[in-house]
T-cell receptor, first 111, second 113 residues
């Protein structure tokens, strides 16, 4: 049973526009959420996190929104740049070292 | 500053062979992780180590053993490789115990034939 789901395998966005990547989860005990970016042949890179006590966290062009009632989080990238083209993973934990990862969304930013 | 280094990067094994994946970090981090990533799936935790000498099982520990003999190194051993263990393996580290895996290695591509 997939506890963390990224239902869109891929997304294409024009440079300068907003990219919105979505993530849904089923476990109501999850209280900390992460987003990672991964380029081919490299390890994931941590991007941004959010605790369940917040509904928004911002870091430069990246903003993560959390909707606990819907068990949904999203990553907004504004403005999108060609260098943002990568696979994005969301991950969640219920306060332990066991982070559960989604299957990833491949973002392509078109110049 | 190398960060997290994994070796080997590529390996082909025959079914039943054994091998060890090496991971070392030079950031003085306490926690280290081993993940595997299969096509169409997210990273799945194999084993975790909060500190030297301690290890805990993750989601998919069967068929693997780990060793954390010192703070820098965390090795993953396949005693008798199976085709189902064909995967990309990532080692990660983070400063605190149970904190988010902040630094990843580049991955080790393992094929078991």
């Amino acid at each position: 049973d997939q506890q963390v789901k990224q239902n869109s395998p891929s997304l294409s966005v024009q440079e300068g526009r907003i990219s919105i990547l979505n993530c849904d989860y089923t476990n109501s005990m999850f209280d900390y959420f992460l987003w990672y970016k991964k380029y081919p042949a490299e390890g994931p890179t941590f991007l941004i996190s959010i605790s369940s006590i917040k509904d928004k966290n911002e870091d430069g062009r990246f903003t993560v929104f959390l909707n606990k009632s819907a068990k949904h989080l999203s990553l907004h990238i504004v403005p999108s740049q060609p260098g943002d083209s990568a696979v994005y993973f969301c991950a969640a934990t219920s306060g332990t070292y066991k982070y559960i990862f989604g299957t990833g969304t491949r973002l392509k930013v078109l110049a | 500053n190398a960060g997290v280094t994994q070796n080997p990067k590529f390996q082909v094994l025959k079914t039943g062979q054994s091998m060890t994946l090496q991971c070392a970090q030079d950031m003085n981090h306490n926690s280290m992780y081993w993940y595997r990533q299969d096509p169409g799936m997210g990273l799945r935790l194999i084993y975790y180590s909060a500190s030297e000498g301690t290890t805990d099982k993750g989601e998919v520990p069967n068929g693997y053993n780990v060793s954390r003999l010192n703070k820098r190194e965390f090795s993953l051993r396949l005693e008798s490789a199976a085709p189902s263990q064909t995967s990309v393996y990532f080692c990660a580290s983070c400063p605190g115990a149970g904190a988010l895996p902040s630094n990843f290695g580049e991955g080790s591509w393992l094929t078991v034939v």
